[in-house]
């Protein structure tokens, strides 16, 4: 039988044989190849998160590049416009950087005219889909005296350029909410008989008395001092008033010293228009007035007394002040026209005096409301 030869032992590769150097670089050998393969176990576990972790930076990377914020180009003098200065006032403008702007670009030119002013160009650009020139969105021009007043227009023009972008895509729906259950009315509280109030009251009439000094002026032959009482009702902006006057005497006297004095109370009514204005209240009043003229001769021998119905009707304009409380200041003043002017004369033909066409009357008083 024929039998495969086996080939002699390697000494050197056994450790156990040979001499000790042999043997120690043997060992020496062998304990670097288990460290080299304790690394190469560790470096296998790490290997499947290495590759997760690289797709995720090439991603971000590409999304980076995709969703890039917007650019601004300027086409300016260097002494006129410093481009980062620019998008640094427009980002304080909007209140954020200006490359967070999304899908739109700027491309500003501001060049010198032929008539020593300058010229402003904003173009707003709109992101091609794919490899091509960009679509101009929107244009604007405008002139100035000079470059640094159209860079700063320019930084105003695109902060409004992007908050109407930002204005156009509009904020996001709130979501609907379905509307609470209703819930049903409550009834109505009934006031307590005795808190209750009809729903039109009247109004009441508001009493008043006031007391004056008053001046006549044509009913007697010179203007007259008097005394006036006044007794008045108020609703809403109708006033009623009954009146007495007393004026003091006046003398009318002719060329031979012979003349007389005259004397004239009146009492009346009057009705006026009296809407209130807060503490004012203005009067517009008419009415009529009947009194007694009396005159009695001076240098005679037999003197006498004469007396004459006084008619007249009346106008009258005013107002009243409130001061404090219920009382009030109280100013009149108007005209009287005499329906009949008695001739007052002496021996029967000498006329001594005879009233005017036309009285004037003026009163100042206190008014006390109740």
């Known amino acids: 039988m024929i039998r495969q030869a086996r080939p002699p032992p390697d000494k050197s590769s056994d450790p156990a044989t040979g001499d000790p150097a042999t043997a120690a670089y043997a060992r020496d050998t062998l304990g670097r190849a288990e460290e080299m393969r304790s690394t190469n176990r560790r470096r296998a576990h790490a290997n499947p998160f290495a590759l997760p972790l690289f797709s995720f930076l090439i991603a971000s990377a590409a999304l980076g590049a995709t969703a890039r914020g917007a650019a601004l180009s300027v086409d300016a003098p260097d002494s006129c416009v410093d481009p980062a200065a620019l998008s640094d006032e427009v980002s304080d403008l909007i209140g954020k950087p200006l490359a967070s702007v999304p899908e739109v670009d700027f491309r500003l030119q501001i060049a010198k005219t032929t008539r020593q002013r300058w010229r402003l160009k904003l173009e707003t650009l709109g992101r091609p889909a794919g490899v091509g020139e960009p679509a101009v969105r929107g244009s604007r021009e405008i002139e100035g005296t000079t470059c640094a007043e159209l860079a700063e227009a320019a930084a105003v023009a695109i902060a409004v350029s992007v908050r109407s972008i930002a204005e156009e895509a509009g904020p996001t729906p709130p979501a609907i909410r379905s509307p609470p259950p209703a819930t049903p009315p409550s009834p109505p509280l009934e006031a307590p008989p005795s808190l209750a109030r009809p729903a039109s009251e009247t109004p009441s009439w508001r009493p008043a008395v006031a007391v004056a000094l ?133 021996d029967g033909n000498q006329l001594v005096y005879q009233p005017s066409r036309l009285a004037g009357r003026f009163a100042a008083g206190l008014q006390i409301g109740f």
């Open 214 to 346: 008053a001046t006549d002026t044509g009913a007697l032959p010179n203007t007259s001092l008097g005394v006036g009482l006044e007794a008045s009702v108020q609703r809403q902006s109708l006033r009623v008033a009954l009146l007495a006057t007393w004026f003091s005497s006046q003398d009318a006297t002719g060329t031979n010293q012979t003349g007389g004095t005259f004397q004239l109370t009146v009492g009346g009514a009057r009705a006026c228009f009296a809407p209130r204005r807060g503490r004012w209240t203005p009067l517009a009043c008419g009415g009529f007035e009947l009194g007694r003229l009396a005159g009695t001769g001076q240098g005679v021998a037999r003197p006498e007394t004469g007396e004459a119905l006084w008619r007249a009707v009346r106008a009258d304009v005013g107002l009243t002040a409130a001061l404090s409380g219920n009382t009030a200041l109280l100013l009149t003043g108007g005209v009287a026209v005499p329906l009949a002017r008695p001739a007052f004369v002496l």
